[in-house]
């Protein structure tokens, strides 16, 4: 019944912003963890960042400071604002929802993929130089 779908994906140089979403259908996004996550050719995918139902935000140490996630209730939307983009970024952005229902989660719980059981088609970010 869930279905997500990332958009907002594209080709920036180095140091410009980007912003993608993920829009859910079949599920209340402020009711769950949805993380985002990230693989670039050749490497795992990866934990980027996530944000749990009490509107904490987790982030890995190699966005921190750079990218902001954040949801919008009303359009049922969860948003990753990406700054200061680099090469390293360039990746496959993906977003995932949990069916974790507590109101708080933990990194442990967040960055670990075996967490989420929803995962939407990925979108392109390519950083050129």
């Known amino acids: 019944q869930v279905q997500l779908v990332e958009s907002g994906g594209g080709l920036v140089q180095t140091g410009e912003s980007l912003t993608l979403s993920c829009a859910a259908s079949?599920?209340?996004?402020?009711?769950?963890?949805t993380g985002w996550f990230r693989q670039a050719p050749g490497n795992e995918r990866e934990f980027v960042a996530a944000?749990?139902?009490?509107?904490?935000?987790y982030y890995a140490e190699s966005v921190k400071g750079r990218f902001t996630i954040s949801r919008d209730n009303g359009k049922n939307t969860v948003s990753l604002q990406m700054n200061g983009l680099e090469p390293g970024d360039t990746a496959v952005y993906y977003c995932?929802?949990?069916?974790?229902?507590?109101?708080?989660?933990?990194?442990?719980?967040?960055?670990?993929?075996?967490?989420?059981?929803?995962w939407g088609p990925g979108t392109q970010v390519t950083v050129s130089s």
């Open positions: 995932a929802l949990s069916p974790r229902t507590a109101f708080f989660a933990s990194m442990s719980y967040v960055t670990a993929q075996k967490s989420y059981e929803t």
């Open positions: 079949g599920r209340t996004l402020r009711d769950r963890v």
């Open positions: 944000i749990d139902r009490s509107g904490g935000t």
